[in-house]
């Protein structure tokens, strides 16, 4: 799990209590796919503590300082998340069985599962499908 400095932590704090109202500050976090229901919401300072502890600990923390630089651009803030090691390449396996289906229509269905672009993803051929037997011997 990803640890900020102190001093970091403090000013990406103080960037999201001066720079954003609470309901723009809910709109990111439900933007980036969380519930914003499952966070302290009645005050901006309870959330927003809530907030960043929740991407930080689940190392999500530099999509979200990412999206907030988008609104927001911010030096400071921007150096903190190029100090973020970048996030990680996901592999997902998926099984498609419609030959209807043309390239553009899965990368689409894909990204919008995975909450990516669909030029973030990418497509390979299907191995041929084998019959596993299990093993005797174990």
Request: glycine fraction near 2%.
């Amino acid at each position: 799990m990803l640890k900020l400095k102190p001093q970091e932590r403090k000013y990406i704090r103080a960037y999201l209590l001066d720079r954003f109202s609470f309901d723009e500050l809910k709109c990111v976090v439900y933007d980036l796919g969380e519930d914003v229901e499952n966070f302290p919401h009645q005050e901006m300072l309870e959330f927003t503590l809530a907030v960043l502890a929740h991407f930080e600990q689940a190392g999500k923390l530099h999509g979200l300082l990412q999206e907030l630089l988008i609104s927001r651009p911010d030096d400071g803030i921007k150096a903190i998340m190029e100090s973020l090691p970048a996030p990680s390449a996901v592999t997902a396996e998926v099984t498609i069985r419609s030959p209807e289906l043309d390239e553009a229509t899965v990368k689409a269905a894909v990204a919008a599962i995975l909450q990516l672009k669909p030029e973030e993803i990418s497509l390979a051929p299907a191995a041929t499908e084998k019959t596993c037997k299990p093993n005797p011997l174990k």
